[in-house]
């Protein structure tokens, strides 16, 4: 079985705070990918990244960074600078990689982060 | 980038009625597409799998006769809330995967309230 960990429920920081979000996975597949959606209050998911189980380098992408650590299954998610407009809930979320479970995500059960100007 | 529509992005019933919501692939063709729930301040809880001409395949603790799938098509799987009761005021999301790519790509989501 899957499972996702959020352990941070809320997050409250100040603008132009680093943030970082923790999530911690259990999965028995060999190979998978790990997630991270932001949902604003419209409740859309936007997708944020995508990183395959082989693939240990850390990303950044501009104000956003993950850090990918298979040895203690964490895939946390690094905000610098934080903005107000960052607010959000943000999910960590897990799928297997092949065949017809590709797709069929386990989510964590989300971060509410709140930015204070 | 791919997109997926549902409709309709808000509906409010009454209690005992049905109400189907419709999760469409725009620029690609999805054989499979995922029905997820959200509670109010929870996380989103995976239903369904629908699969395009065969039956869908529930998540434990899914009631398949209430929340009927119909994947008709290789761009529309449809859900209806059968005798909707205000227990299932909720969010509801569905997901299409692309199989020409890895992507898996989200709707905007069905809030749906049942008086």
């Known amino acids: 079985a899957q499972k996702v960990t959020q352990a941070q429920t809320e997050i409250s920081v100040v603008e132009k705070e680093d943030v970082t979000l923790d999530c911690v996975y259990e999965t028995r597949d060999t190979t998978y990918y790990l997630f991270w959606y932001k949902q604003p209050p419209s409740g859309e998911l936007v997708f944020l990244i995508r990183r395959n189980s082989f693939d240990e380098q850390n990303e950044i992408s501009g104000r956003y960074s993950w850090n990918f650590q298979k040895s203690t299954s964490s895939f946390n998610f690094t905000i610098t600078a934080s903005q107000v407009v960052d607010s959000a809930v943000y999910f960590c979320a897990l799928s297997a990689a092949g065949g017809t479970s590709y797709g069929k995500l386990t989510f964590g059960q989300g971060t509410i982060l709140t930015v204070h100007p | 980038g791919a997109v997926v529509s549902q409709h309709p992005s808000r509906v409010i019933c009454k209690s005992g009625t049905s109400v189907k919501i419709e999760c469409r692939s725009l620029d690609f063709q999805a054989t499979t597409m995922f029905w997820y729930r959200q509670f109010p301040k929870q996380s989103l809880m995976l239903m369904a799998t629908s699969n395009e001409g065969s039956k869908a395949t529930y998540e434990q603790g899914v009631e398949k006769d209430k929340f009927l799938i119909n994947h008709a098509s290789l761009t529309l799987s449809t859900l209806t809330v059968t005798s909707a009761h205000p227990e299932d005021s909720s969010f509801y999301i569905c997901?299409?995967?692309?199989?020409?790519?890895?992507?898996?790509?989200f709707g905007p989501g069905t809030r749906l309230t049942v008086l």
């Open positions: 997901s299409a995967r692309d199989p020409g790519s890895i992507g898996n790509f």
